[in-house]
């Protein structure tokens, strides 16, 4: 039997660019797909001639045809709510395992919604979102959890990051606004509910003792955090200057819509520039996530994870991750089960920390 292959879509853009680079480290096998043949070749080039594969993610019959039952496939073409589900379907039908970079809220609860049951039938796992932000995000959580009486009455994950537009690439930007344009979910009283981007603020208390200004945010441990922990709430925070979070409350009610109707204006400045950030940038550009669990007895315990690079830690996050999901890491994990999985059923929490160790993650319990 052949061994599983590692694809990686969307390769030629920039975050599936260091992925193949993180891929070409290693001794997988694995093969470069994505629309543009010349793209694909200087890439391939670049990586001492690594196998490539044009295919249109818009015409999924282009993937379907390549791949092969237990094959990886390492998705990073965005913006993901128009361009994932028919990876996804192409996957599950070709009997491949899928996974994927998204920070698209909508999109995870869309797949586990309409993809969960045909993946567990056919025996294959699809894990959304193993990229920095919400695997790093999931595991905190896990870990904040530790010891706490359940049903959990809260997880909170509260963002922080430096760096602005120039620190994001083409796509990650793409992928905010249609984030923004999306309904949000809250996960209230045990059930997922609509809530939109920025309907609450407040003022956080965040590990270091600061007092910071915070607004309400989609994030995708809102659909993944319930799916491994009985939790009564989850709730997304990102931290913002002042202003910016009281004119973000001010908007919300309309920001939807007004994003929806400057979509074509606001793709044009998102796809614009530089196609992502400098490697300079990446290692200035810091980020913090916090997650604060509270008990369902009371008590609270807080993980905090900080750290640079959040472009380098995906690369690393998500071909360790395929590397399992391919049976390639032996002895140090095994695949977690068929259907939708959330990013800690594939990289617990000691093996992701494992993972990162070399990489100035710092993880604090507190």
């Not at 891929?23 to 470069?32: I, Q, R, S």
């Not at 309309?254 to 979509?263: G, I, Q, S, T, Y």
Request: aromatic residues 4%; glycine residues 12%; proline residues 7%.
């Amino acid at each position: 039997m052949d061994p599983a292959r590692i694809l990686v879509v969307g390769a030629t853009g920039y975050t599936g660019s260091l992925v193949a680079r993180e891929l070409a480290a290693g001794d997988a096998p694995f093969v470069l797909a994505g629309r543009d043949p010349r793209k694909l070749e200087r890439l391939a080039a670049s990586l001492s001639g690594a196998s490539t594969t044009v295919v249109d993610v818009t015409r999924p019959d282009t993937l379907k045809r390549l791949l092969r039952s237990g094959d990886v496939v390492v998705s990073c073409a965005g913006p993901f709510l128009e361009l994932g589900e028919p990876v996804v379907r192409a996957c599950v039908e070709a009997g491949a395992h899928y996974m994927d970079t998204t920070g698209e809220q909508r999109f995870m609860k869309q797949v586990v919604e309409r993809w969960d049951g045909p993946a567990r039938e056919v025996g294959v796992t699809v894990v959304n979102a193993m990229a920095f932000e919400y695997a790093l995000g999931d595991a905190a959580a896990e870990l904040a959890a530790l010891g706490l009486a359940r049903p959990l009455r809260l997880v909170e994950l509260i963002y922080g990051w430096r760096g602005g537009a120039a620190a994001t690439s083409r796509g990650t930007r793409a992928s905010i606004l249609r984030i923004l344009a999306a309904p949000g979910l809250a996960y209230r009283n045990g059930t997922w509910v609509p809530e939109r981007a920025a309907r609450r603020r407040t003022v956080l208390e965040l590990p270091d003792g600061s007092r910071r200004p915070a607004i309400t945010l989609p994030t995708g441990e809102i659909v993944t955090v319930p799916r491994h922990m009985e939790v009564r709430e989850v709730r997304g925070w990102a931290v913002t200057g002042g202003p910016t979070a009281r004119a973000a409350a001010l908007l919300s009610p309309a920001l939807p819509h007004l994003v929806r109707w400057l979509l074509p204006l606001l793709d044009r400045w998102a796809r614009g520039g530089a196609p992502g950030p400098t490697r300079a940038q990446r290692e200035s550009g810091e980020f913090e996530i916090v997650a604060r669990a509270t008990g369902g007895e009371g008590g609270t315990r807080t993980v905090a994870v900080r750290g640079r690079d959040p472009y380098g830690l995906t690369a690393a996050i998500i071909v360790a991750g395929a590397g399992r999901l391919a049976g390639r890491d032996g002895a140090s994990g095994s695949r977690p089960p068929a259907g939708v999985q959330p990013p800690v059923r594939l990289l617990p929490p000691a093996d992701l920390r494992a993972l990162l160790d070399d990489r100035g993650l710092r993880w604090d319990t507190l």
